[in-house]
Each structure stands twice: as structure tokens, then as C-alpha cells.
């Protein structure tokens, strides 16, 4: 499936609800929404600690990671498509949260308070609920809290059941594709329109179109050298440009890349190969 341009982005979609998110006079409403809360001030720290592969961890790039005026920490994540894992997910980016914010030898009160937010376009539950709020409590007396302070909020763009207030409910049929009512909706509408006439979200959104293109490039190539590093020895250059469906001159590439770079891994690799073309 092609790229979408940036004109045909709704909010649901990852770079446009990032974007969109950006703005604290957009993303304060919907989180005190969601919430039932007042926030005073939001800002938009960067996560300096989360590992990353280079560690042999899964990395992770978060839509929105934002904390108020008092501490707390906010993750709001759109996620349009029922991978089957969201509860294992949502657990992993608490952990990479806490990383972020206590180095060794640190105090684990330290920790602060946090709400991972996932606001799915579909029913995660299939209660029909628009929102799931999950909490750590006591199996043997659920009135005992366990006292970590995490809170996992689910939001479900398609619930027809909950205790939300309207706006609340016109936003997320907003998110799930529908018209934008009531004036959170419209608030957030706004937020996409003004993403959409922006020069400036132009230009990142082609970067990150480009960016992503030259990945999937780099992927398709580490794959092609993992396989020519097997045979390399034992096939000649054409039997291996027929087997895996390649040109001549890319198996020819490869193979000096590799040993001219004896030590670099299969995607170092992929990479010379992808600036080199």
C-alpha cells in the first residue's frame, strides 16, 4: 500500500496524532478528558535514557511523552491495528518509562507517578466499553491498591457503553473517522487542519517519508547479505543473482562491501549499500 500524503492523514494516523499531540493547548483538553482531571501545565521532555538496540534491547519510539506540573508522567499512544500484544506492549514502555527516569543507585521512590494511554481503533475487550482503566489491586481484597502508582488507561474509538462525558465520546467517534462534534472534537480537528497547512510538519513529514523508505531499502538489503554471506564460498555470482532474484551487480556489491568490512554486521552492511546506491 502507498505512503499517504499529508493531506490524506487523519488523526489517527501515527504522524498526524503525534503532531497534533504536539500541542499542549490540543493534548491538555484531551488528557484532562480522558482523566477527569485538571491539569495546570504540560510540557514535552525528551527521554534521554530509553534503551535502545545498541544494548540488545527492543527499542521503542513513543507518540507522546509528556509530564505536568506535578511529575507526573503521560504516555498517549494511537494504535489503529489489533496486533494481539497491547497488554505485553503497554507493560514493555512502562518499563522503558522507568528507565528513563532513575539511573543506578537511585532511589526507587524517585519513580513517578505515570499513565500509559492507548487510544485503540477498535475494542481491545469487546465489552463495548469506551474506556478501560486498569490498576494493580489486591486479588484477595480488590479495595487494596498495590500502591506502584501506574495507571493503564484503554480507549476504544468504536465503545457505545462507559461512564465519559460527552465530549470525551464526540472526540473519540472523531479519532475512530467520524465528524468532528461537540468542541473537543472540533478542537482537535483544528489541531489537523493547521498540521496540514504547515510547512514546517511538510517538510518533517517528508523527511520521515524518506527516512522510512530508505529502512524498509536497508531491511530488504540485510536480508540479501545474510543470505550471499552463507553462499559466497560455495555459488557464483550469477547462480546467486537467479536463486535470490537479484541483479549481478548488486550480489557483486555485496560481496566487496563484506570484504572490505570483515567486522561489520549484516545491516552495517545494508546500510553501505543503500548510501553507496
Not at 488528557?31 to 534491547?57: C, F, S, W
Not at 485503540?120 to 486479588?139: M, S
Not at 536480508?223 to 564460498?233: C, E, F, P, W
Request: glycine residues 4%; charged residues 35%.
Amino acid at each position: 500500500m502507498s505512503q499517504k500524503t499529508l493531506q490524506q492523514l487523519e488523526l489517527k494516523d501515527d504522524f498526524m496524532f503525534g503532531a497534533v499531540m504536539r500541542d499542549p493547548k490540543r493534548c491538555k483538553p484531551l488528557l484532562e478528558h480522558i482523566l477527569g482531571v485538571q491539569i495546570r501545565e504540560i510540557r514535552y521532555p525528551e527521554l534521554q535514557k530509553i534503551i535502545d538496540n545498541t544494548m540488545d534491547a527492543k527499542s521503542v519510539r513513543l507518540d507522546v511523552y509528556i509530564e505536568d506540573s506535578d511529575n507526573t508522567i503521560y504516555n498517549i499512544e494511537m494504535q489503529t491495528t489489533n496486533k494481539k500484544n497491547l497488554p505485553k506492549r503497554m507493560r514493555y514502555y512502562q518499563g522503558m518509562i522507568d528507565l528513563n527516569i532513575i539511573s543506578k543507585g537511585d532511589e526507587y521512590n524517585q519513580l513517578k507517578k505515570s499513565f500509559i494511554i492507548f487510544i485503540c481503533d477498535y475494542d481491545q475487550y469487546k465489552e463495548g466499553r469506551y474506556i478501560y482503566t486498569f490498576e494493580n489491586v489486591c486479588l484477595e481484597n480488590a479495595s487494596i491498591r498495590f500502591g506502584d502508582e501506574t495507571v493503564k488507561v484503554v480507549l476504544n474509538t468504536k465503545g457505545t457503553i462507559g461512564d465519559i462525558d460527552e465530549e470525551l465520546r464526540n472526540a473519540l467517534h472523531y479519532i475512530g473517522g467520524e465528524k468532528p462534534r461537540g468542541k473537543l472534537a472540533n478542537l482537535l480537528d483544528a489541531g489537523v487542519k493547521e498540521v496540514k497547512n504547515s510547512e514546517e510538519w511538510r517538510r518533517e513529514y517528508m523527511t520521515l517519508f524518506m527516512r522510512d523508505r530508505e529502512n524498509v531499502k536497508i531491511g530488504d538489503y540485510r536480508r540479501l547479505v545474510q543470505q550471499i554471506r552463507r553462499k559466497v564460498d560455495i555459488m557464483t555470482y550469477e547462480e546467486m543473482a537467479d536463486i535470490y532474484d537479484t541483479s549481478i551487480s548488486d550480489v557483486e556489491n555485496i560481496v566487496m562491501a563484506i570484504k572490505n568490512n570483515p567486522d561489520a554486521s549484516d545491516e552495517d552492511i545494508a546500510s553501505i549499500i543503500v548510501e553507496e546506491s
